[in-house]
């Protein structure tokens, strides 16, 4: 018999803080992550530079298991040619920042997710302020944070 949503959230204070509905939307993640792993998912922030193609599939994936907290760079808008392959491209997004796109996309999967938009990308300027806070920072850029932040 699979566990109810009400079974399977964490009976902490942080729990009860989540949003009315968070546990019951992911309670299709029983047996695939704990209720702690969960919990991990619902309070991390997650940032991701580069969001056209795997990025973005990324983002959208993260938001479905949980994740509410995103910080999403991409100074690139979506093309004609980025229709067969990329998460957030359609024809109503094209010409339109990939970044401020994907970020519509997760609030329409969960109207808790908050999103930051770096539609400018990822500069030596603001390197800092994108990752500062993140429990996860993925880059899928054509360019590298590791270069940008000096490492």
């Not at 983002?59 to 949980?66: I, S």
């Not at 024809?91 to 808790?112: M, W």
Request: charge should be negative; aromatic fraction near 4%.
């Amino acid at each position: 018999m699979c566990a109810t949503p009400a079974e399977t959230a964490p009976a902490s204070s942080e729990a009860d803080a989540l949003p009315a509905g968070y546990w019951r939307r992911v309670s299709r993640n029983t047996g695939l992550i704990s209720a702690a792993e969960q919990q991990r998912l619902a309070t991390a922030t997650v940032a991701i530079a580069g969001v056209g193609g795997d990025g973005g599939l990324l983002a959208v994936t993260l938001a479905r298991m949980g994740v509410r907290r995103f910080r999403l760079a991409d100074p690139e808008v979506f093309e004609v040619e980025n229709l067969n392959r990329q998460a957030a491209s359609q024809t109503d997004t094209i010409g339109r920042n990939k970044a401020e796109a994907i970020a519509a996309r997760l609030r329409a999967i969960s109207d808790d997710v908050t999103a930051e938009v770096f539609s400018d990308g990822i500069n030596p300027d603001n390197v800092d302020a994108f990752v500062e806070g993140c429990d996860l920072v993925v880059d899928e850029t054509e360019y590298t944070l590791h270069h940008l932040a000096g490492c």
